[in-house]
């Protein structure tokens, strides 16, 4: 069993920066695909950024370098740094874990989720 607890979202104007975290337990962390999500009010969850347990990482087009996912293995953490924020990328926001050896970018290929953490982009 992996427990996931998020933190770091926060109110922020366009152009800011936040830095979301989010600390694991319970099994060996560096096995995992740890991923980011993100849930708009009416909106379907949506893929955000993923790093395998090697280093390996993915984007959705319109976080592209803006956006940088790392981790930690030595403290169970993943991290996703986000700047030049837009009214756009306002979500909840997910992380997510999964014994793969590949990303998904579906929710339903991933079996460990956070509680969430609430982001929002003023303009």
């Known amino acids: 069993q992996v427990q996931l607890v998020e933190s770091g979202g926060g109110l922020v104007q366009a152009g800011g920066s936040l830095r979301l975290s989010c600390a694991a337990s319970?099994?060996?962390?560096?096995?995992?695909?740890m991923a980011w999500f993100r849930q708009a009010p009416g909106k379907e969850r949506e893929f955000v950024a993923a790093?395998?347990?090697?280093?390996?990482?993915y984007y959705r087009d319109s976080v592209k370098g803006r956006f940088t996912i790392s981790r930690d293995n030595a403290k169970n953490t993943v991290y996703l740094q986000m700047n030049s924020l837009k009214p756009e990328d306002t979500a909840v926001y997910y992380c997510?874990?999964?014994?793969?050896?590949?990303?998904?970018?579906?929710?339903?290929?991933?079996?460990?989720w956070g509680q969430g953490t609430q982001v929002t982009v003023s303009s």
């Open positions: 319970g099994r060996i962390f560096s096995n995992y695909v």
């Open positions: 790093i395998t347990g090697s280093g390996i990482t």
């Open positions: 997510a874990a999964d014994f793969r050896a590949v990303p998904g970018r579906r929710p339903n290929e991933y079996r460990y």
